[in-house]
């Protein structure tokens, strides 16, 4: 009953989602993304019992972006534990994704892990004491393992053009690294960046990689239960940049966005689901994707709250 409701809610919403004429703006600030088709959209859904479910382009990969930065964190917590929290903090920052005012104003400590400046602190501490190559290979090892499928890979093309635009990222490694808050040099720390960021994936293996996320009884068990709960907490207070309590008031899930139009959302203990349409708002979240999380949590019932 429950698995055949969740596929025609899954149906039906792409093809309300096909027939919207505005559809958001793709990110046009990393110009291999500026190329994207706005009127893609996929969504799927994993269960805790193991059950995938997708509709719309759900075999397309799409560029992950700030997605990546949950499983970074994850990685940056198994390597440091809460000394960690010493170099960024957990508060909503209630600023843009790549804010640096703050960033001056608080000396060069990150509000918090998943903003543009306290990514970059995360993914330095994954880097240090080895080669970039390495760390990006533990990244995509990790996104892997979580997802149980090694064809997900780094888009070369996607992390070179960011890597050649992105002046306001430079800006703030180098403000961290000012206030010694970076541990390598901040060419190292952006390029490991910016390539973990381009991480490309469809929303099939992406609702399976955030399987771990909700304590699913099916799946690998990557984090311990302690810290997937305070993971979890971070992506409902931040997850949405400046948006994120405008998305918990109107989907009430905890929830990661990236520029590339995909949101991971995780209803605790009974599904993982991944939605991707490249157009975003002016928080830079996906605008579909939004509404159709809005419309598969009210009409499944799902919510923290
Ligand atoms: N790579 C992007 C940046 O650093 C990620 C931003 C996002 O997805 O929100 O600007």
């Not at 703006?25 to 996929?42: G, K, M, R, T, W």
């Not at 002046?167 to 910016?194: C, I, Q, V, W």
Request: hydrophobic share 40%; charged share 20%.
């Amino acid at each position: 009953m429950i698995p055949n409701r969740i596929q025609t809610c899954l149906d039906q919403i792409t093809k309300d989602m096909a027939t919207r004429a505005d559809r958001g703006v793709v990110a046009d600030y990393i110009p291999e993304l500026a190329q994207i088709d706005p009127h893609q959209f996929a969504i799927s859904v994993v269960t805790a019992e193991g059950q995938t479910y997708c509709a719309g382009d759900c075999q397309v990969g799409f560029s992950a972006q700030s997605i990546t930065k949950v499983f970074t964190l994850a990685i940056a917590l198994g390597r440091s534990g809460d000394q960690l929290w010493q170099r960024v903090g957990r508060e909503p920052s209630g600023t843009a994704f790549n804010s640096i005012v703050q960033l001056e104003n608080e000396n060069g400590r990150p509000r918090n892990p998943f903003m543009n400046a306290g990514a970059i602190v995360t993914t330095d501490e994954v880097l240090a004491g080895r080669e970039p190559k390495q760390a990006l290979a533990e990244i995509v090892g990790f996104v892997q393992a979580a997802a149980g499928d090694n064809d997900i890979h780094i888009n070369e093309s996607v992390a070179r053009s960011e890597q050649a635009h992105g002046h306001r990222n430079f800006a703030l490694a180098h403000f961290l690294a000012d206030h010694s808050n970076l541990k390598n040099a901040p060419e190292m720390t952006l390029g490991t960046y910016f390539h973990q960021c381009a991480i490309e994936l469809t929303t099939q293996q992406l609702a399976r990689a955030g399987r771990f996320l909700m304590g699913a009884k099916h799946g690998p068990r990557l984090v311990a239960k302690p810290r997937v709960r305070r993971l979890n907490a971070m992506m409902m207070t931040c997850g949405h940049y400046d948006g994120s309590g405008e998305f918990a008031f109107r989907v009430g899930l905890p929830a990661k966005s990236g520029v590339g139009g995909g949101i991971l959302a995780i209803v605790p203990g009974v599904a993982s689901i991944a939605v991707w349409s490249p157009g975003l708002d002016h928080n830079g979240n996906s605008k579909l994707g939004t509404e159709a999380l809005e419309r598969l949590a009210h009409e499944m019932d799902w919510s923290v709250f």
